[in-house]
Structures are given as C-alpha cells and as structure tokens.
C-alpha cells in the first residue's frame, strides 16, 4: 500500500487508495507537536507552548513524529504501509527534502507540490499554481510535470488580524494559553470572512470585534499585492493557459479574484484545496 503525506504549515494530510487518512477523527492532522504528542492532543496539552512552523524550522525530530503518526493511522487504517510518497515545495533544497524522506523512514519518493497539483494538465501546456498555505503563498509554472518557474511569498495573514484587534485587548497579553485563545479567535475569525462579509473576533476577555471582508482585504493587500507580482513574474517568460488555486487561504474570495485580473484566465479553485496536493500525488503514483 502507498501512503502519499503532504506536510503543510498547518496541517498534514495523508490519503491510501484515493481516500483520505483520518487522525483522531478528523481528514488531516494538525503539524503541532508537545512532549511527543502530534496533533490536535498536542494543541490541548501544550496550550500555546506546542511547536508549530515546523515546516519553516524541518527540525528533524518534530517532523519525524509528525510523520510517524500519519504512518500509524494509515496502517490502522489500511494495513501494511510498504511505499511512501512525499510531497514538497518547488524549490525546496536537497538537504531540507532529505528530512521529509529521513522521516517517511521507508521506500520514498518525493514529488513537487505544485507538479501533484497540475497532474491533470495536457501535456505541453503551461499551467499557473497557486497554492496559498498558511506560511507561504506559492506561485509555479508546470509543465510536462516539471517546474519552469517557482516563487515564494512569506506571510502571516492571522498575525495582520491580531494586529488589527490588538488595541481593543484590555490588557495585553502575557502568557503562552491566551495567546493561542487568541490566535485560535483570528483564525476562526478568518475563515468565517471566506463565506461571509462581516465576522467577529472573540477576545480573550469575552469581547467581541467586527471585522469586515473590505477590512480585512484591506489589511492583506500587501501581501495580495506581492503574490500577484511573483505571478507576473514567475509567468513573464511562459505564458500559461491555466490557473490552479489550492491551500487553505484559497478560500479568500479576493485571491481568485485578483488571479483572474492578472492573468487573463478563469481560475480553477480546488473545492477541497487542503487535500488537492495529496490527492494530485496520489494520481501521479499511481501513474509511475
């Protein structure tokens, strides 16, 4: 059995034979570790003290758990895992895809993120990926299931809206737990913002802020406008006929939007853009 992990900023996400790995119940599992404890426990137990960014910091121990888990639930799941795809962003250099293979710790092979993403592409056609995750927003040219051209937009589109509400805290925050409450607030906070056009953002002190979707569009424009310059970029010398938009932030109606001004082409927004990597991945495996 082949077990495909795509590691992301915020979540990991497993699929075997076209479906995806549950862990604890859910279709992904958190990329948090605390005391050797993956996942949603770890968020619980650690209360803001858990390690995240473990896909900015690869420390090879966190990385390792974090995989040993997803191989654990798939085996559980499916039964004997003899196989392991891995997938990783465009760019990405040896020493930090070694990691990810080091800690598959079986028969690896590692695909780009964004070739998993375009597996349905036409060969000989030049297609645009977006995948917008929640450390980096990522542009890259596919084509023939190869990577012409690849950017990288660093951003922290939670921490804009913690800014934002920042001055309306009754006192400042000063501890690990009420940070994460916080955070935990903004991200909810963001994801209601996707669907509808005014959210409001629970402090930690039971007060409430409204944030509307002009807002926060307006607090992202920078980083909406340095996207959409490495788009221009990345496609200056290979003009696409397509455009995929994956990651969890592609649900951000403004993303599309901008996408399909800038490049000319309708926008092709995966309606389940978590598992979009893994299951493209899935796809080329299958296919090799």
Same mark, same amino acid.
């Given at each position: 059995?082949?077990?495909?992990?795509?590691?992301?900023?915020?979540?990991?996400?497993?699929?075997? @034979?076209?479906?995806?790995?549950?862990?604890?119940?859910?279709?992904?599992?958190?990329?948090?570790? &605390?005391?050797?404890?993956?996942?949603?426990? #770890?968020?619980?137990?650690?209360?803001?003290?858990?390690?995240? @960014?473990?896909?900015?910091?690869?420390?090879?121990?966190?990385?390792?758990?974090?995989?040993?888990?997803?191989?654990?639930? !798939?085996?559980?799941? *499916?039964?004997?895992?003899?196989?392991?795809?891995?997938?990783?962003?465009? *760019?990405?250099?040896?020493?930090?895809?070694?990691?990810?293979?080091?800690?598959?710790?079986?028969?690896?092979?590692?695909?780009?993120?964004?070739?998993?993403?375009?597996?349905?592409? #036409?060969?000989?056609?030049?297609?645009?990926?977006?995948?917008?995750?929640?450390?980096?927003?990522?542009?890259?040219?596919?084509? @023939?299931?190869?990577?012409?051209?690849?950017?990288?937009?660093?951003?922290?589109? @939670?921490?804009?809206?913690?800014?934002?509400?920042?001055?309306?805290?009754?006192?400042?925050?000063?501890?690990?737990?009420?940070?994460?409450?916080?955070?935990?607030?903004?991200?909810?906070?963001?994801?209601?913002?996707?669907?509808?056009?005014?959210? %409001?953002?629970?402090?930690?002190?039971?007060?409430?802020?409204?944030?509307?979707?002009?807002?926060?569009?307006?607090?992202? #424009?920078?980083?909406?406008?340095?996207?959409? =310059?490495?788009?221009?970029?990345?496609?200056?010398?290979?003009?696409?006929?397509?455009?995929?938009?994956?990651?969890?932030?592609?649900?951000?109606?403004?993303? !599309?939007?901008?996408?399909? !001004?800038?490049?000319? &082409? &309708?926008?092709?927004?995966?309606? %389940?853009?978590?598992?979009?990597?893994?299951?493209?991945? =899935?796809?080329? =495996?299958?296919?090799?």
């Amino acid at each position: 059995m082949t077990l495909v992990i795509d590691f992301g900023t915020v979540n990991t996400v497993g699929m075997v @034979d076209g479906r995806l790995v549950t862990v604890d119940g859910a279709p992904w599992l958190p990329s948090v570790v &605390h005391s050797g404890v993956v996942g949603v426990d #770890a968020v619980l137990l650690g209360r803001g003290q858990e390690l995240r @960014d473990l896909k900015a910091s690869m420390e090879p121990s966190s990385v390792g758990a974090v995989f040993d888990r997803m191989v654990a639930a !798939a085996r559980e799941q *499916g039964g004997n895992v003899t196989d392991v795809v891995v997938t990783h962003p465009a *760019g990405w250099p040896p020493e930090r895809i070694a990691v990810l293979t080091t800690a598959a710790g079986t028969s690896v092979r590692t695909i780009p993120e964004p070739v998993a993403v375009a597996c349905s592409a #036409a060969p000989g056609v030049s297609v645009l990926v977006v995948d917008a995750g929640g450390g980096t927003w990522d542009a890259a040219v596919v084509r @023939d299931r190869a990577v012409t051209a690849a950017e990288s937009v660093p951003v922290d589109v @939670d921490q804009r809206i913690v800014d934002r509400v920042g001055p309306s805290l009754s006192e400042p925050v000063k501890d690990d737990a009420t940070r994460a409450e916080l955070k935990e607030a903004v991200r909810s906070g963001k994801e209601l913002l996707s669907r509808h056009d005014i959210a %409001e953002i629970v402090l930690p002190d039971h007060r409430a802020v409204r944030l509307t979707r002009t807002e926060f569009e307006l607090l992202i #424009a920078p980083d909406v406008t340095r996207l959409m =310059a490495a788009v221009s970029r990345v496609t200056a010398d290979a003009p696409v006929a397509g455009v995929f938009l994956v990651g969890g932030a592609s649900r951000i109606p403004l993303l !599309a939007l901008r996408l399909s !001004a800038v490049t000319g &082409h &309708h926008v092709t927004a995966d309606p %389940e853009p978590e598992a979009a990597v893994a299951r493209g991945a =899935a796809f080329l =495996a299958r296919c090799v």
